[in-house]
């Protein structure tokens, strides 16, 4: 019976111990068994995205992925990218001291959606126009166009031009091997030799100060907000800091500078190198109201402002110094007339004092590139200001101020008074495109139009009687006008 309990006791013990270590898995050599395994954050993807392989292995100690297109990595939870469609197998082979094994998975490849996109060279045209269509679309290999007008194309770039007046639809659909994609815009179509201007939607309530265009789509205005489109003025949006501003300059579409203050206040000059993303104040050596800025000449560049402020960089607006002025009085603007042939650079400074003050009268400057700045018409009393001045022609140049008019044909040196009966009331801006194509903008809704110089000036009825302040073309097709009201006017082929 003793012998009988020490057999039981025995056989007791080696069940015990082989239930207890059954779960150690061990090999024949008594090492743990090695696994394989892993699993993917995605079962499928498209070409180029990433896919994270996180390895659930056990006992090993080294590890090899073959991804099934010809790569292959030693990492222990590596990334990888197809670059094809397909649906491959991904083998992980775990390596240690019991020996290897492998697990497999697939994951399916698909081709990315195509993108749409497209941008024209103009938002608005005439009957008989050329437009032009790039193609922005991604991920697609062929393309139809609708033009809205019954009209179509498979060309990647198309130009088009229409035969009727309408706002058209514009479609494009881009294919490719991951399906489609389609993407819509719209552009005016006038008559040709039209005099009408269209009312744009600036979206503020403000007194817009000044207008400027880079190209027919890219442009500025501003005024406390600062205003930018690039869509020749279909919308605009608020571009941050705006500060309460009178002048733009730009000579691209990356390089530009913002001016203006308060008057009795204080001053500043603002310049952005992307487009207006970024702005940097510039440190100026007066803290006067500046009201004009002018870089035709970049690097070198102007900047006048109040109680006879003038300024000057040659850097680009990095640093400025203040130079002689003979006045005390406001100045409002600077404009310059084209290099002559010996390469002198000559400008023109326009201004007065401020009639509210009691100090009733304007002048006329002239700068060189000498930093000489000189009185070449002064003291004319009981007038306004002159508020602005053009000096695109040659040797013709052009200010304008209450209802006077001056216009020089020997680049400054001399001014004669223009009398015409058009002007009745405030004139704010004037604009050349040319020695004779011109035009003034000023109070109550009053637009002007020359084509011969200036010698004669038509009024143009544009359907508003706001203040307006600023007047800007880049071509002889397309113009904008701001004013009172966040007013904002366009128009196409005026002539």
Known sequence: MQTFKLVFATIFAICFFLLVNCGEDLSPSGLSTLSASFVMDKTSAMIGEEIQFTNHSEHATSYKWDFGDGNSSTEVNPTHAYLSAATFTITLTAIGEGGSGSATDSITIEPPLPSASFVMDKTSAIIGEEIQFTNHSKHATSYEWDFGDGNSSTEVNPTHVYLSTATFTITLTAN????????????????GGANTWYLQDSGINQH???VFFINSNVGWTVATDWLKTTNGGRSWFIISPSEWSSSIFFINDQIGWFAGGFENQFGFIVMTLD?????????????KYIRSINFQNYPLGYAVGDLGTILKTTDGGNSWIMLYSPTYRDLYDISFFPENNNGRIEGIIVGGGRFDSGDRSNFILKISD????????????????LQSVDCSGDRY???????????????????NRVIDPAFTDELRDVFFLNNFDGWIVGRSGI????????????????????????????????GWIVGSGGKIFSTINPN
């Open 397 to 415: 140049g052009w200010t304008v101020g209450s209802s006077r008019l001056y216009s020089t044909t020997d680049r400054g040196e001399t001014w």
């Open 447 to 478: 637009v002007l139009r020359t084509h011969n110089g200036g010698e004669d000036w038509e009024r143009v009825d544009i359907n508003s009687s706001s203040d307006l302040n600023a007047i800007y073309f880049t071509d002889q097709h397309r």
């Open 370 to 385: 000498s930093d000489s700045v000189s009185i070449v018409m002064g003291d004319i009393m009981f007038s306004p200001p």
């Open 208 to 210: 817009l100060n000044d």
């Open 176 to 191: 490719g091997e991951g399906g489609s994609s389609s993407v819509t815009d719209s552009i005016t179509i006038i008559e």
């Open 275 to 287: 487009g207006g993303i970024t702005f940097t104040f510039s440190s100026l050596p007066v803290n």
